[in-house]
């Protein structure tokens, strides 16, 4: 969209205003006066809050926040350059020993509404497969509720830090446990529960996986993944191979993967599941202002995560 004359003129002018604002952050700078900085760079940065809000005619809270997120957008990049790659595997062997000690906003979330999903009161005698168990966050609370557990995870260290927390806590009987690839995976009977959560996001043969979750499914079997939002994804996916950006453990890089909701939803459709919930896990502010989750304060209000319910029909 192209703006209007007036527009343009009030948009150059305020320029102007933070062109002439340059001389004396630098004056104040040269003179190290903490205090000179300060009211320096905050003069400049309401200069170029009203250039913002005339060039995209928002509100003063809206340009604020749509600032924010940009802010924090561009130090991801900034930090991205410094990031080595491991693949997923590997980062998840890092992660291991410490994956629930780490605060992580998007398990949170998905935590908190994930009661909203599934009925942990009525888990007795249930045939439970978490496909992509990690350390056992879902898997040990099932088989305390007396479920019956089939839990499968690519990563041994994952596994072995899932068994020890699952002998810890007495429920070691009650859970299978596999490393595995998730796609080559045969199941051995169909189940009642089949969770994958924070994993089909790492699974570029989203195909595949829908077919695996398939054979493992019954009519009336529930189907819960939990993944990073698409929409957090889409910025950094590479169209043709929809390959974007994944970041588990600080300092590194690993391989994600874009898949729409509309993808899931026509994948699952053709394997005879229907879409029965949706919910969208957000940013509340709240969060934003614990130190703890200060990392996310720039995408306030912003969707990280997504659960999805499916249920087989036919």
């Given at each position: 969209m192209v703006i209007d004359k007036k527009t343009f003129l009030e948009t150059k002018e305020k320029l102007e205003s933070i062109k002439r604002s340059i001389p004396y952050l630098e004056?104040?700078?040269?003179?190290?006066?903490?205090?000179?900085?300060?009211?320096?760079?905050?003069?400049?940065?309401?200069?170029?809050?009203?250039?913002?809000?005339?060039?995209?005619?928002k509100g003063t809270t809206e340009a604020i926040q749509d600032l924010m997120n940009k802010l924090w957008w561009f130090r991801n990049q900034k930090n991205e350059e410094k990031r080595e790659y491991r693949t997923a595997k590997q980062q998840y062997s890092q992660w291991a020993k410490k994956y629930d000690e780490t605060n992580n906003l998007l398990i949170v979330l998905e935590e908190k509404e994930i009661k909203d999903f599934i009925d942990f009161k009525n888990l007795k005698n249930k045939n439970i497969l978490d496909f992509g168990c990690g350390t056992g966050r879902y898997s040990i609370p099932f088989a305390k509720r007396g479920a019956n557990v089939m839990a499968i995870d690519l990563t041994p260290a994952m596994i072995r830090r899932a068994k020890e927390k699952a002998k810890q806590e007495k429920?070691?009987?009650?859970?299978?446990?596999?490393?595995?690839?998730?796609?080559?995976?045969?199941?051995?009977?169909k189940f009642d529960l089949i969770i994958s959560m924070l994993v089909q996001d790492h699974i570029k043969n989203l195909t595949k996986s829908v077919e695996v979750i398939d054979k493992a499914s019954k009519i009336g079997t529930e189907i819960i993944i939990s993944n990073v939002h698409p929409e957090a994804l889409r910025k950094d996916v590479d169209k043709k191979t929809g390959q974007a950006q994944g970041y588990l453990v600080e300092g590194y890089k690993t391989e994600q993967y874009w898949h729409s909701i509309g993808e899931y939803i026509k994948l699952f459709r053709e394997k005879g599941f229907f879409l029965t919930q949706i919910k969208d896990l957000i940013v509340e502010e709240k969060y934003t202002k614990m130190e703890k989750y200060k990392s996310f304060r720039g995408i306030k209000d912003k969707a990280i995560g997504i659960i999805m319910r499916f249920e087989k029909i036919k």
């Open positions: 004056k104040a700078i040269k003179s190290k006066s903490k205090k000179q900085i300060e009211n320096s760079v905050g003069f400049l940065s309401w200069n170029l809050l009203r250039l913002y809000k005339n060039a995209t005619d429920v070691l009987e009650k859970i299978k446990f596999k490393q595995s690839d998730l796609l080559k995976y045969v199941p051995e009977k």
